[in-house]
């Protein structure tokens, strides 16, 4: 596109960028201007000089046609100014850019200054009481009216070059058009405006705008590029002239103005994935030359996924060395994510939609922290693509499950999960029968052996959660307060937790471990007395603490945590998970130690 305005060498150019909403055209626009401004001119060839204009900014707040007027008018005598020449021209043609927009001539619709057909504004006016004085004869109201008519009109012709104006509409846009053009030949510039936002304005600003830019269309060393949504560009135009439903007819306004039409092209799963990533990098703790250095790695290497280049974890990691664990973890989320963003139809590639997702997946996250729920983020983020994309009934149901399920895992999902990742054909019933859906279940990780409810619980916006601990006693909710804001009081509160249901000290455990997964070292942390004094009460959450316990990884496990669960019942199969892991020498010794003393009960 930058090579079309460059080319042209005067000759005017009007380009479209179009596209839906959220897939680039912004960035686009600023990417035209950014290659064009790079080239370099040849001695003898005219500057560039841009003007940025969004409609949307003057949306009810100023006339869209004098607006855009205004701001050509404005940056040309600023040039003048700079150039010392032509500064005459430029401040007549900004008073008679004030002139039309006092006389309400930038009101008048193109087509009716083409038909000739009546004004309005205050040429209208004048026009009128000459109307009036040929039908009625000077009077004495007629006078007063005239008299105050010829004030304003002189008014606001004050200070033009030319005395005594013709008023005459189209004679007064011609008279704009040649000294618009004179101007810019005597600067020896292109301008270049650059329209952006239109498809947000509503159709009566819209249709303004575009008749402002066929004020200034086709007129020598002049480029316009115009960033629109087509659909939306239609549904004005059928607005604006009495619903009209010939798309013919339709298209062929916004067609006449476009010389060069350009689609904004949808991205794959590579430039998804790519995005994705070069969004994380931008947020990470990484200096801004490295930063840098990882943007022009990537972008490189999508200039030849056409020969099989992936851009993926592995290749980003080969960018810099070391890359922050956190980052790798987010790569590999864009790894996962990627191909169920580029085809999923609500969002299907457009980078608005897949970063206000990954910004809702931070600040869930971010949720997640401040309440003390350990949440994986895969899981949430599965969670949220299932609640912005599939359907609302049988996101109800899921959390329903969960809801109903005593370990919060939503098991009836094992099957159907199964399946499609075999790539079996899946009849499910109704409202999960979407292909959605089956896209949905092949998305790691799966779901139905992964305790839900503390991503829900972060995740929820639609429907309202209801879990287990919603259905403890006073007594059961009042000490699993205690134990999480108060963990190392846990052993005086064991003669009240033997008094609870053992129901209700499963919901109890299931707490606790949530906030537990969030400890990065396991030394003795206070949640785990909470957790022990639990287990002590009642035996089976010991059970439940000792897998937890065994599934944690090697380098954090402390050599203190050894003599602080040698003793309980459930401690020998743990010390000997651990003895297996790659675990620090000064476990393995505190392990051998406990062994050798016969400190482990049997």
Known sequence: MAEIVVQARGRPVSIGVSGSWGIGKSSMIKLIRASVAARPLPAGERQFVFVEFNAWLYQGYDDARAALMDVIASKLEAEAAARATAVDKTKALLKRVNWLRAAKLVAVPAISLALGLPPTGLVGDVIGLGRRAFDE????????????????????????????????????????????????????IT????????????????????EAIRLFLFLKNTAFVIAADNDMIKHAVRKHFGGIQDDLLVTNYFDKLIQVPIRVPPLGTQEVRAYMMLLFVENSVLDGEIQEKIRVGICNQLRRTWEGKRVDRAFVQTLHDPMPDELIGKFDTADRLAPLMTTASG????????????????IRMSISTAQGVGVDEAVLAKLMLFERLGDTKAYASLISAVGASESGKPAFLGEWEEAANAGKELDLPS?????????????????AEVDLRGAL?????????????????????????????????AARLKPRLQTVQRLETAVIMDRLLEKARQEQEWGVPPILEAC??????????????AAFLAERPAAQVKPNIVPKIADQPWARGVLEKWDGLDVSRPVKTAIKRTFENGNVAI
């Open 137 to 188: 004869g000077l009077g004495g109201n007629l006078a007063k009216d005239a008299e105050a008519a010829a004030g304003k009109v002189a008014d606001a012709a004050g200070g033009l070059l030319d005395p005594k104006p013709d008023e005459s509409p189209p004679k007064q846009i011609q008279a704009l058009r040649d000294s618009f053009e004179d101007i810019l030949e005597e600067l020896g």
């Open 191 to 210: 301008l270049v405006v650059l329209i952006d936002d239109l498809d947000r304005c509503l159709p009566e600003t819209t249709i303004s705008t575009l």
């Open 347 to 362: 969002i299907a590639g457009n980078p608005r939609l897949i970063k206000r997702f990954l910004n809702a997946l931070s």
């Open 431 to 447: 409202p999960w029968n979407a292909p959605f859906v089956r896209e949905w279940l092949t998305l790691p990780p799966a779901l």
């Open 457 to 489: 619980y972060v995740s929820r916006e639609h429907v309202a959660l209801v879990t287990s601990e919603d259905r403890l006693s006073s007594e059961a909710a009042e000490l699993l307060t205690a134990l999480l804001q108060n963990p190392e009081m």
């Open 532 to 545: 022990l004094a639990l287990s002590e009460v009642d035996p089976p959450q010991g059970s439940r603490l």
